[in-house]
């Protein structure tokens, strides 16, 4: 084992603040990555204050990680010192079920191991996520950071980037779609960002009309101000696919005017009961509401080739990890624009 300087929380109420770590020694598929740069997630705030009941302490969050391979395990192939990496919401998973075979390890039927609040699969240990000056991941589950690429301003593609590339993939948003963007913070930026690059014709909905002209600058086509009860009429049956961003409890009654026949509405932030709604705004059309989470390790792979292809990237502030706290109540208040990533050399200071 080899201690390592982390930030943590190790209780509900506690914040984040300096801790020391154990990382495993290595085995013989592992890499060992110095991390450079970890973005902030919503969910790093849930589960560090413990909102969803199952957090295990102490508790170090990140799960949006880049970096550089420090050492390799002894069976390792494709990885080798200095390489630069990345490292997503998941670190293992069975490997042998369907959906692993299928490349969606992040379904794994039999839970897959989450890179912080999990157990490791072989000794049983916690998982520790990117707060932290290093970690230790099986190859398998390692993804190549392309080199141009900024790390910083990559990391969050890691969650935020992927949990909204994977449902406009899977659902084949490409030209000729017509797609709406619900809320412009994390995630809906990234879905405005991937929907354009994918072809698609792209209307981001917000009740601000501020943020809707940083729709545009980030490459929406169109606005539509979901207060404006006469545009909203006009937008009717207008969009083939509406991506939900939107991460609390909200009624999605009005949205789901807005599909057109077979239409699908697929939440990515919501992760709480929703807001009930007539079954009739379903039935007449065949639409559909579905949900989507990260994508498996070979679809981000593939995304993070696209967006070194496309030059696409996240909007980012970079903080020093001994702001994270300060951060956090700035999230809550969606005062970003439009995620916080923490510079891991902070730590040494």
Known sequence: MTATAAWGATAPDSGLNALTIERRTLRDEDVAIDIAFCGVCHSDLHVARND???????????????????????GVTRFKLGDRVAVGTVVDSCRHCDACHD????????????????KDRIDGSPTYGGYSASIVVAEPYVLRLPDSLDMAAAAPLLCAGITT????????????SRVGVIGLG??????????KALGAEVTMITTSPAKGEDARKLGADHVLLSTDKAAMR?????????????????????????????????????????????????????????GSGVGGIAQTQEMLDLC?????????????????????????????KY????DMSTLEH
């Open 52 to 74: 969803w009941g199952r957090t295990t302490y102490p508790f170090v969050p990140g799960h949006e990680i880049v970096g550089t391979v420090s050492a390799v395990g002894a």
């Open 103 to 118: 490349g969606e390890d992040n379904y794994c039927r039999e839970g897959s191991t989450g890179t912080y609040n999990g």
């Open 165 to 176: 590339y994977s449902p406009l993939k899977n659902w084949n948003v490409g030209p000729g």
């Open 186 to 195: 994390g995630l809906g930026h990234m879905g405005v960002k991937f929907a």
């Open 234 to 290: 006009a937008a009717a049956a207008s969009f083939d696919f509406l991506l939900d961003t939107i991460p609390v409890k909200h009624d999605l009654t009005r949205y789901l005017f807005l599909l057109d026949r077979k239409g699908t509405l697929c939440i990515v932030g919501m992760i709480e009961p929703i807001e009930p709604f007539h079954s009739g705004l379903l039935l007449g059309g065949q639409k559909a509401v579905s």
């Open 308 to 336: 070194a292809e496309k030059g696409i990237l996240a909007e980012i502030e970079v903080i020093p990890v001994n702001q994270i706290n300060h951060a956090f109540e700035r999230m809550e208040r969606a005062d970003v």
């Open 339 to 342: 995620r916080f990533v923490i």
